[in-house]
């Protein structure tokens, strides 16, 4: 019984979190990732209630696996090399940063625990990509549940703080050493803002919906697309390598979800990144059920500075670079939201930026940083682990 009650717990609560996100001016400020992870953490400390750890596991890296891709699929290739200079200057001076902060945080926390070299790669993975990314190679390392638990925690906690100073000061602060952003489409001309771009979202309003009945159909070829994928990366795995390696299987269903994201077709799949951002949602309340407040030790605060760290050295490194390649302040900062935070929060930045030209890039530059996080976080974690 307390396994259905765990499945269901963890397949209804973002449904539950979104509408809260969507009908309360507070939960709204929280947002249905918070308020999942919150909601997972609280039925994980009920007293008498012992949610089963394995089935959170497990739900948590199928809802990674299936996430992975139905984000991908609105992905344009042919975008990347058509946004301005600036903006892909910026862009890979955030994914340098990234590795080099989380590499350089790691090697200092090597003496502290085994699994510092996982804990660099993972960093790299959310703050390229996002979430998804982090918990990709999490599971693609085999990383300590308890690890991959707090981890996840500190990165809502410091997240939130850097992200209320992007939408608070950080134009001020970043005008102070580069230089203004001038006026026009950061695009040539002709392109437009970007596909799945919505102008209304630099003004701070709400995209239409697309949880409606005409998307069930397109929603529905997403989830398949995204079941074969997976499929077929099992049967890779075991066909090349003899044995089902969870690594081998995330770096193939993102490979997948790269090509499949080539053809227009897939590309125009209504839906299909919300239903992805759907899974991430499963993933953060399954991860919250697994916070079990008795199992958390002084590794915790040990892990919060970790991430802390990482992520202002990542941001300071980032704007300095910006500022040698003299790249302008908001789209500086437009990069750190697309690397750290990914598509979703490009329009409430954008708004606070007061720069609606800055929106579809920043959507193509979040999708980006998805593409390539696994790739950078794999790559950087296993360097570390050969060099130590």
Request: proline letters at 4%.
């Amino acid at each position: 019984m307390i396994s259905i009650f765990h499945i269901a717990f963890c397949l209804i609560t973002p449904a539950v979190s979104i509408w809260a996100a969507n009908r309360f001016k507070f939960f709204k400020v929280l947002g249905p990732v918070v308020l999942s992870y919150a909601a997972g953490i609280i039925v994980a400390n009920i007293p008498g209630v012992h949610l089963d750890e394995t089935l959170g596991t497990n739900i948590a890296g199928g809802a990674v696996l299936a996430a992975i891709p139905m984000l991908l699929f609105s992905t344009d290739l042919k975008k990347w090399v058509s946004l301005a200079r600036g903006l892909l200057v910026s862009f890979a001076c955030a994914c340098f940063a990234a590795v080099v902060a989380a590499g350089a945080v790691g090697w200092a926390f090597r003496g502290w625990t085994d699994e510092w070299w996982k804990i660099a790669g993972m960093l790299v993975g959310v703050y390229v990509g996002g979430t998804a990314n982090m918990s990709a190679i999490g599971f693609a390392l085999e990383t300590n549940q308890e690890t991959f638990v707090i981890l996840n925690a500190a990165d809502v906690i410091c997240g939130a703080a850097y992200l209320f100073f992007l939408l608070s000061v950080a134009q001020k602060v970043a005008l102070k050493f580069l230089r203004p952003f001038e006026g026009g489409s950061p695009l040539p001309r002709g392109e437009g803002q970007g596909e799945g771009a919505d102008p209304l979202l630099a003004a701070g309003e709400e995209p239409p919906s697309k949880w409606a009945r005409k998307h069930i159909k397109p929603m529905a070829i997403s989830f398949a697309l995204t079941v074969a994928m997976a499929g077929a990366s099992v049967g890779l795995s075991l066909g090349i390598l003899g044995k089902l390696h969870i690594g081998f299987v995330m770096l193939g269903v993102t490979t997948f979800g790269i090509g499949a994201s080539l053809f227009k077709r897939v590309r125009d799949l209504d839906g299909s990144f919300e239903l992805g951002e759907y899974a991430l949602l499963i993933f953060c309340a399954a991860t919250g059920s697994l916070a079990d407040a008795s199992r958390v030790t002084g590794t915790s605060a040990i892990l919060l500075a970790f991430v802390f760290i990482v992520m202002v050295s990542a941001a300071v490194i980032h704007f300095a670079l910006c500022w040698l390649f003299k790249i302008d302040a908001d789209t500086a900062i437009i990069s750190s939201t697309a690397t750290i935070f990914g598509p979703p929060f490009i329009g409430p930045v954008a708004a606070a930026l007061k720069n609606r030209a800055l929106v579809g890039p920043g959507l193509t530059l979040g999708l980006a940083g998805i593409a390539l996080g696994t790739y950078l976080g794999l790559a950087t974690a296993w360097a570390l682990k050969a060099i130590a």
